[in-house]
């Protein structure tokens, strides 16, 4: 498939219009998109940012983190295109990346239908990519997915320690937790990643809780000490809260990590 020659308008996931041309140069501002580019068309990415861990040797210049890209570093690059997420990165840096002349694609990923959906449309609609395998094989793992058997098991689901942090209310890994039979305490909060005191999630009633390995990273050692008694699931970070490649082996791995779960 050639890429689209001509130029044209496009909105992003949050409706900005974006005027594109040719897109042979692409800058990346989020791990898991990171991942999906170079999965799709290896040689489209000429830069991302130094947490893109996905694929192994991904051989592209750095550009800092999410929360504080190099600005002017991305503009000498020269992308057509730099993809980024209303979640993982800061409206000031998007804006200045804009002011630059930059093409700046926004996605929004709260669910796992949206995370299909906004995939679908980076790729094929912003890049001018062919539809992805691995994006068919993710939705089919998902599609496939048995129904959980018994009740959903309730879950405290820490993110981060001092102070404790917990998945809240509308969030990609909330849905994807529930789809694997898990029902999160705190999905009604107010906040979508709440702090909470210690002793309050130890009084909150859970029969689970759900540890990952990023963005802190939980380990045997070092989680489920907090929660004397209740089973203690260890998950795959980049499964639980990547929206990319890793969504085809994501529901497997993470059943099978949430089935292993022993009280510490």
């Known amino acids: ?112 239908d949206e995370a299909f959906a906004s995939l679908d449309r ?9 539809r992805p395998a691995w994006l068919d094989e993710a939705q089919r793992a998902w599609r496939d997915l048995p129904a959980p058997a018994g009740p959903p098991r309730r879950a405290v689901v820490p993110i981060w320690r001092r102070p404790w942090m917990v998945l809240g209310r509308d969030t990609f890994a909330g849905d994807l937790l529930r789809r694997l039979g898990v029902h999160q305490l705190y999905t009604d909060h107010a906040e979508r990643y709440p702090a909470v005191p210690l002793d309050e999630l130890q009084a909150a009633g859970a029969e689970l809780v759900v540890l990952p390995d990023e963005p802190y990273r939980f380990t045997a050692t070092d989680g489920p000490e907090a929660f004397p008694g209740v089973p203690a699931a260890l998950v795959s970070g980049r499964h639980l809260t990547w929206y990319g490649p890793s969504l085809a082996e994501a529901p497997a791995l993470l059943t099978a990590a949430l089935a292993a779960a022993t009280p510490s």
């Open 1 to 112: 498939m050639d890429l689209p020659s001509a130029e044209r308008t496009v909105s992003d996931d949050l409706g900005t219009p974006v005027r594109l041309g040719p897109v042979s140069r692409v800058v990346s501002l989020v791990p898991s998109l990171t991942e999906a580019v170079a999965a799709t068309r290896p040689g489209l990415l000429v830069g991302a940012t130094d947490w893109c861990s996905h694929p192994a040797g991904l051989d592209v210049a750095r550009i800092r983190g999410t929360k504080n890209p190099d600005t002017a570093r991305i503009a000498a690059l020269r992308p057509d295109l730099v993809i980024a997420n209303e979640e993982e990165n800061r409206a000031p840096d998007l804006a200045a990346l804009r002011d630059a002349g930059l093409a700046v694609w926004v996605t929004r990923v709260r669910t796992l």
């Open 122 to 130: 980076l790729l094929t609609t912003a890049c001018g990519l062919p």
